[in-house]
């Protein structure tokens, strides 16, 4: 991300890491029983709203807490410099609506994400408000989590 703290652009850069990452994971379905799945689902919209809801509250230490071990972003900025990047952010999100889990998948790439246990994309309707101008844009976006350690992350 760019000195200019263009935070709208983290997100989007963020799916199209979602896309490589949901690349490397094999497609077919999981066999877990649909009780298990159902307590999946469950764990991955709480870990979605706790991301998103940080979000609108402007909550930076909680947004931060939020990044898997393993994301790009979270292995190469600081704290500290996502908490620059986040205030100086033209946008910013004011609202959100999970549209719907897109799927939850198993790792089937240990070599490349050895600490990932398993996938999910969660597409959400994101309304952002451009800070200076006051305008609302809303971007429909595949948030991607990732679980590690039997906790759910955003990537």
Same mark, same amino acid.
Request: some cysteine; proline content about 3%.
């Given at each position: @991300? ?18 490589a990452?949901? @690349? #490397?994971?094999?497609? !077919? ?5 649909? %009780? ?8 991955? @919209?709480?870990? #979605? +709203? &706790? ?10 230490? #909680?947004?931060? /807490?939020?990044? #898997? !071990?393993?994301?790009?972003?979270a &292995?190469?900025?600081?704290y ?9 952010a033209?946008? +910013?999100?004011?609202k ?5 889990? %897109? ?6 790439? +240990?070599?490349?994400?050895?600490? =990932?246990?398993?996938? /999910?994309q =969660? ?10 101008? &006051?305008?609302?844009?809303? =971007? ?16």
């Open positions: @991300m760019n000195g200019n703290g263009n935070y709208k652009k983290a997100i989007m850069a963020g799916a199209c890491f979602a896309v990452v949901s @690349m #490397a994971f094999c497609i !077919p379905e999981s066999a877990l029983s649909n %009780s298990q799945n159902d307590l999946e689902a469950k764990a991955v @919209m709480q870990a #979605a +709203r &706790k991301f998103l809801d940080a979000e609108v509250r402007r909550d930076y230490p #909680a947004i931060y /807490a939020c990044f #898997a !071990p393993s994301s790009p972003y &292995k190469t900025n600081s500290e410099q996502y908490l620059a990047q986040a205030k100086s033209p946008d +910013r999100v004011v959100y609506r999970i549209v719907d889990i %897109s799927y939850i998948k198993n790792n089937e790439d +240990r070599q490349t994400f050895s600490s =990932v246990d398993k996938i /999910a =969660v597409e959400v309707d994101v309304t952002f408000l451009h800070v200076s101008t &006051k305008y609302r844009s809303e =971007v429909n976006i595949g948030f991607i989590f990732l679980k590690e350690g039997g906790r759910w992350y955003k990537s």
